[in-house]
């Protein structure tokens, strides 16, 4: 195997400003009226509330504002940790009717599924782009890492943690450009029944109930328990269904006392119809290939189901979480973790690619005649296991003058993924769909495992270390760096039985320093700067013995390194943050060249943006939460990688812009709503020809309206696009397959408490 080639960067060329002040004040003006809090899902609603969560007290929890997230690697409040962090509170997703993360992280601007898989293999569960990269696979329970391409269902969830920026000091291996936590519901000491039933149009039937109670014979001691169930179609899909239930049971002990125990319990069952999506024809930027040309300008109906009745997506998640904490002192606190997990996804889609090829028909210029060949079966059999420890020490202290919050730990971590691979046994495959009429209930394909499989492992020690300094009261550093040793093992058998074994390990060094300048108590002013990596097989256990592949044992891990100012503003007596950031991310270590010439690990690619959010209440009864975006995702080195042969990086919007707000009236009703905009994005390239190089620009609005009938139930009708938009919400790599978004819809709730 021949070792990769290095050579000296090209020089970097000069940043341009990426957009005028007058541009961010525009965009806000998208806002609608509206405004209050509404709980559900067993979430206090008082503005004062103050939740416990795992790891850490979160204090001041106010409708769509939070204080703190709840990892202790971060020592300070939002206001003062030099970083963009956007939290999504249970309070805004469900307001909003929002069940799982894709639709909680629609309140992050430019963050969203807009990538809709491979050639015939489509993205299964979360599937989140964010600053132009992939950070699916930076998706964390708790602090703790959660593998599997599967939906997160939000019954169990407190709030989305969104950290954007190289969070490879803070979680190990992620993704260049942030990761994404969500922090569970546990036993609290209080007495509580609440939950929502919901309906909607589609054959929307979802409901979820929390529980909460302690122990009378057993002080300090509580017992939670939240269930869901969900049986509804996918809004403007024929056939696509999604189908699950949970429990997440949660026992704690001392909760009034110095040591305090937990044991946290989640069983998710899914049993879904997947969506294997819409062809791209006739849509804008569609040019037909041989044997196409009568279907220019006869797009199909976009909600048109091109599977059978045998597609299915079952999956199992389970998880174990025991958390033991202990307080010293009110300056001295250990935390330890200890995570078992579980998921197992049996997977079944019939994709297609509308190629010319795979276009047939009877009659040229009778478009009844058009079929579409299903000629891409798509199988998975994987399981996901993840068993971790970590050990945190929260130490307060001074030492002169300057004071310190120092957080520093102890990580390891075992994470395995087995995949065994089915095919087609009889050499056929489903009949072809009629392109305008498709029938999904035929038969004709068997299928069978054919003895190959893949089997990947990454064993992982860390040690961490946070501190923040304050100087005075005006002055803070904060410091913090990772050391991690990591260990994958990947093995390969061919259904010939031929098996191939490779092996990676390495030492990693992250780290990342801040500061924030204290112009008042209410304006902070930042700048920051982070080193993360990902090595071989980081984001997928897979390595690979190909030369261009960065899953190579040979290559060197992909380096994210970036720069980030701004300010962060408390307003209107600290009821709204406003915060604004400039960041710039570049990525090295990417692979160019060809097998011709060798391959350097030379290429690099950035993302330059501005960021501007607005969170909190503008009075009493009026809150806000929206987000603006403007960034430039380009290759400055290598290969392009859009379709349209710029130097844009794929899937992600040059500008984006979201919003909600609410306004609640003294005599109980609650009106409000929100605007969301998703700029053009590039697709991805693989030589496919005559389809889409881009998806266009979108603008979707959503509105609610409650009632609250008495203390104890309050009824909401949430409107989806308003206006029935007809949008590309993702498009896969070859362009020949998109995610139709969806069409107006409402959904009725029920949310009660006791």
Same mark, same amino acid.
Do not use: C
């Given at each position: 195997m021949s070792h990769i080639k290095t050579r000296k960067y090209a020089p970097r060329s000069a940043r341009q400003p990426v957009l005028a002040t007058a541009t961010l004040i525009t965009g806000f003006a998208f806002a609608l009226p509206g405004a209050a809090q509404v709980a559900s899902d067993g979430n206090d609603s008082s503005s004062n509330a103050a939740t416990t969560l795992d790891n850490v007290e979160v204090h001041g929890v106010a409708g769509f504002t939070a204080e703190k997230v709840a990892s202790p690697k971060f020592t300070q409040s939002l206001q003062d940790t030099p970083q963009t962090i956007q939290v999504i509170t249970s309070e805004l997703f469900n307001q909003q009717g929002a069940t799982n993360l894709t639709e909680a992280l629609r309140n992050s601007p430019g963050v969203g599924t807009f990538y809709a898989g491979e050639n015939g293999n489509t993205s299964t569960g979360d599937a989140i782009y964010m600053r132009g990269f992939d950070t699916s696979s930076s998706i964390f329970v708790d602090g703790v890492r959660d593998i599997g391409s599967v939906a997160r269902d939000l019954f169990n969830i407190d709030q989305v943690e969104v950290t954007k920026g190289p969070a490879g000091t803070d979680n190990g291996r992620s993704a260049p450009t942030g990761a994404i936590n969500l922090v569970t519901k546990q036993a609290s000491l209080r007495n509580a029944v609440s939950g929502t039933v919901s309906v909607g149009t589609d054959a929307q039937q979802r409901a979820t109930a929390d529980w909460n109670q302690t122990f009378a014979g057993a002080p300090g001691s509580a017992f939670r328990l939240n269930a869901m169930w969900q049986d509804s179609d996918v809004a403007g899909r024929d056939h696509v269904n999604n189908k699950r239930w949970g429990i997440a049971p949660s026992l704690a002990f001392g909760l009034d006392s110095a040591t305090r125990y937990y044991l946290n319990l989640l069983y998710v069952k899914q049993d879904n119809v997947p969506d294997g999506f819409v062809p791209t024809i006739g849509l804008p930027g569609w040019q037909p290939q041989a044997g196409q040309a009568a279907?220019?300008?006869?797009?199909?109906?976009?909600?048109?189901?091109?599977?059978?009745?045998?597609?299915?997506?079952?999956?199992?998640?389970?998880?174990?979480?025991?958390?033991?904490?202990?307080?010293? =002192?009110?300056?001295?606190? *250990?935390?330890?973790? /200890?995570?078992?997990?579980?998921?197992? %996804? &049996?997977? @079944?889609?019939? !994709?297609?690619?509308?190629?010319?090829?795979?276009?047939?028909?009877?009659?040229?210029?009778?478009?009844?005649?058009?079929?579409?060949?299903?000629?891409?079966?798509?199988?998975?059999?994987?399981?996901?296991?993840?068993?971790?420890?970590?050990?945190?020490?929260?130490?307060?202290?001074?030492?002169? =003058?300057?004071?310190?919050? *120092?957080?520093?730990? /102890?990580?390891?971590?075992?994470?395995? %993924? &087995?995949? @065994?691979?089915? !095919?087609?046994?009889?050499?056929?495959?489903?009949?072809?769909?009629?392109?305008?009429?498709?029938?999904?209930?035929?038969?004709?394909?068997?299928?069978?495992?054919?003895?190959?499989?893949?089997?990947?492992?990454?064993?992982?020690?860390?040690?961490?270390?946070?501190?923040?300094?304050?100087?005075? =009261?005006?002055?803070?550093?904060?410091?913090?760096?990772?050391?991690?040793?990591?260990?994958?093992?990947?093995?390969?058998?061919?259904a010939a039985g031929v098996a191939t074994r490779l092996e990676d390990s390495d030492t990693l060094f992250n780290w990342k320093a801040g500061g924030v300048y204290k112009a008042s108590d209410d304006v902070s002013l930042y700048a920051n700067y982070a080193l993360s990596q990902q090595p071989p097989g980081g984001s997928n256990f897979a390595l690979s013995t190909a030369a261009n592949n960065a899953g190579n044992p040979n290559m060197d891990p992909q380096k994210a390194r970036t720069l980030e100012v701004g300010t962060k503003w408390n307003l209107i007596e600290e009821g709204l943050a406003l915060n604004l950031a400039l960041f710039q991310t570049e990525v090295t270590n990417e692979i160019t060249g060809s097998a011709?010439?060798?391959?350097?690990?030379?290429?690099?690619?950035?993302?330059?943006?501005?960021?501007?959010?607005?969170?909190?209440?503008?009075?009493?009864?009026?809150?806000?939460?929206?987000?603006?975006?403007?960034?430039?995702?380009?290759?400055?080195?290598?290969?392009?990688?859009?379709?349209?042969?710029?130097?844009?990086?794929?899937?992600?919007?040059?500008?984006?812009?979201?919003?909600?707000?609410?306004?609640?009236?003294?005599?109980?009703?609650?009106?409000?709503?929100?605007?969301?905009?998703?700029?053009?994005?590039?697709?991805?390239?693989?030589?496919?020809?005559g389809t889409p190089a881009f998806t266009k620009s979108y603008t979707v609005y959503d509105a609610v309206a409650s009632y609250e009938v008495n203390d104890r139930l309050v009824l909401r009708l949430n409107g989806y696009n308003l206006f029935d938009k007809q949008y590309v919400a993702a498009i896969n790599k070859s362009g020949y397959r998109y995610t139709p978004g969806a069409p107006r819809t409402f959904l009725l709730s029920a949310d009660f408490r006791f």
């Open positions: 279907l220019v300008g006869h797009p199909v109906d976009p909600e048109n189901f091109y599977g059978t009745t045998s597609d299915h997506d079952h999956v199992d998640a389970q998880m174990a979480t025991f958390r033991f904490e202990h307080d010293f =002192s009110d300056t001295l606190k *250990l935390t330890n973790t /200890l995570r078992w997990g579980k998921t197992v %996804q &049996d997977y @079944l889609l019939t !994709a297609f690619m509308s190629t010319g090829a795979n276009t047939i028909f009877t009659d040229v210029n009778d478009l009844s005649t058009y079929s579409i060949r299903r000629s891409n079966p798509t199988f998975k059999d994987q399981e996901n296991t993840i068993l971790t420890e970590q050990l945190n020490l929260r130490a307060d202290f001074s030492t002169g =003058s300057v004071e310190h919050n *120092l957080s520093t730990g /102890l990580e390891f971590a075992r994470e395995k %993924q &087995d995949a @065994l691979t089915l !095919a087609a046994t009889n050499g056929s495959n489903w009949p072809a769909a009629n392109l305008y009429n498709p029938e999904w209930n035929v038969s004709g394909l068997t299928w069978a495992y054919n003895g190959a499989s893949a089997a990947g492992a990454t064993t992982t020690s860390s040690a961490y270390l946070f501190d923040t300094l304050k100087f005075g =009261s005006r002055f803070l550093l904060t410091a913090g760096l990772r050391i991690d040793h990591y260990q994958t093992e990947y093995e390969t058998v061919t011709a010439e060798g391959y350097f690990q030379d290429g690099r690619k950035s993302v330059t943006g501005i960021e501007l959010s607005a969170v909190g209440n503008l009075t009493p009864n009026w809150s806000i939460s929206a987000g603006y975006t403007h960034q430039q995702a380009r290759v400055e080195e290598g290969t392009a990688v859009a379709a349209d042969g710029t130097n844009n990086l794929a899937y992600t919007p040059e500008d984006a812009f979201t919003s909600w707000t609410t306004y609640r009236f003294p005599f109980g009703l609650t009106v409000g709503g929100g605007v969301r905009y998703s700029g053009e994005t590039h697709r991805g390239t693989d030589g496919a020809i």
